[in-house]
């Protein structure tokens, strides 16, 4: 309280005049208050001596830089919105467990809220998405392209090496330069939660009971608010015989070489893109998938169309068929000095350098202590069972992101974690809205969605007695491939409410579809009708503008 007492003195008799000069200490200094000032009351103070020294310094004859007005505006907003009394009965306000996608941007938030906040990460800051995700999966993915765009140049004139030549690739390089990117993210991550105050501990965390948390092997603290934030793990397939030579979608941003061949089981978004990756790479690729077409859950349009188009590019993709076992053959001139023999579900055998398993993750509840604090998890597929807050039956404990199973995608996780932290520290109870939330595979060609699937509209339009559907769908050859000759096509889809002309779904496939949807997304959550789109002029001559032309309903199937 006393040191408080100082720094609020120190505030106002030598900090406050020299206020327009010493801004960039002033950063600092806002956190010092935020991490040494316990009681809401003191903290107002400072702002309130803050805000007044503000409008002397701005008096007459004094003209502050627009940037230290946006400074001095931020900070003065940053202490306005703790509203939070902190609770000294235990060791912290909050503890997030996982410093994923979802725990960072809760534990900062709630940070800036005035809570008293804790961090436990037992692997790399930023989760799965920075270091075995979303990240490095779309750098590869980049990377990827590289042989197709060299080959495409020589339509416009580019005098290249033969395509034999141009299809070197320097494995180690791609790892080391992604590595390098990712720590870059790892620092990033570590300084947002620092400078927000939030205490980091790289250590696991696990539970002891409903208020007290074990971190380490060593430490024992105690929260009023726990968050659990702990991600997921890639189904290892353990029951089949050889699951222990398999990879996984972790296993491949460290490949120590570029795989020759590659056997990749499962028809989801990770099987998907790196069917793509690889392929992209030069790998000879099959993808496998148990049921009668891959991408369960987008448009059937999308699926077939994307099917199609990997079949062209090369990829042997097989459906009804999946992998039984899985042996090590020892091979001297394979890069790892043996190959794998996969048995397949249609009788056949494959001899690849890697067999990837991409079917389906599960949440990391095992060992954490959920059972030692009360807390309930699915029965059949063990996610934390969370009400529309993200409040776990325990009502101090809350659960976010990919352990919830909602849906398992970053953004997602970030707008959980910041509605739970508003809700909990902010005094402005607000859920997440899970209307109308774009996504999208990262496939060759890429698939860009948001809203519902054909099969989805017409089931509920019949469930409902409705109008009927309409839908308008394009499929034409880019222009960029007019030239190039490619086999490339774009897909364009709009599913449509007869009765009230709103768009309900938009489904493309497209090198810019993940660009485009987004801002489609914005229009469909606004409730745009086929006419709003209608009455937008297009963008000459790009592939969206499609978007925006497409006047001829597609004849009825159903
Ligand atoms: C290959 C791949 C590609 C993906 N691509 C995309 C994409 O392009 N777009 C997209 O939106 N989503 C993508 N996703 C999904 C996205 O990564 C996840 O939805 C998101 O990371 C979930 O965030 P989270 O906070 O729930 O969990 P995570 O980001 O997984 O974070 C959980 C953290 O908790 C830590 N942890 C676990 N247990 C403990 C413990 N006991 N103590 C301390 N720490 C612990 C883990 O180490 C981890 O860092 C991809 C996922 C994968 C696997
Ligand atoms: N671009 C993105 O936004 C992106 C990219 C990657 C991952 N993700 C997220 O991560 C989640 C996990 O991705 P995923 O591809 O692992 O899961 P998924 O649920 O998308 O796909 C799993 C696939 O494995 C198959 N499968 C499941 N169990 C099987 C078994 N025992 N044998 C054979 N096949 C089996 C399923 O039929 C399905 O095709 C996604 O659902 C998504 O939410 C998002």
Redesign the pocket.
Known sequence: MERCQRLVTRATLSFVPLFPTSISGDKSFVRQIREQAPSLDLRRKFRDCRLRSFSRTTGPGVVPSVSHRATARAAAHDLCTMHYERDTRYDFDLFV???????VRAARVSANHGARVAL??????????V????IP??LFSYGSHYLHDFEDARAYGWELPSSAELNRVDWSRLIRNKDAEIERLNGVYQRILDQAGVRIFH????LVDAHTLRVGDEQTFTAKYILI????H?NPLADMPGSEHCIT?NDCFYLKHLPRSVLVVGGG??GT?FAGIFHGYGSKVTQVHRGNLFLRGFDDDVRLFIAQQMRKDGIDLRFECTVKAVESVPDKSAPEGRVLRAHLTDGTELVVDQVLLAIG?HP?TDG?GLERAGVQTDPRRGHIIVDEYSRTNVEHIYA????TNRL??????IAE?ACFADTVFGGRARAPNYEMVP??V?SVPPIGTVGLTEEKARELDKKQGGGGIDIYRSVFRPLKHTLTKRDRQTLMKLVVDRKTQRVLGCHLVDDAAPEIIQAVAIALKMGATKADFDNVIGVHPTGAEELVTMREKAPETN
């Open positions: 467990i996982g410093g994923g996608s979802g725990g436990a990460e037992s692997s790399r800051l930023g989760g799965t998405c270091n075995v995700g979303c999966k779309k250590a696991r965390a696990e934030a702990v991600g997921g890639s979608s978004y990770i893109e993750r990391n954490i976010v992101g990919d352990v398992n995608l970053t953004p997602v996780a974690g996504t999208a990262f």
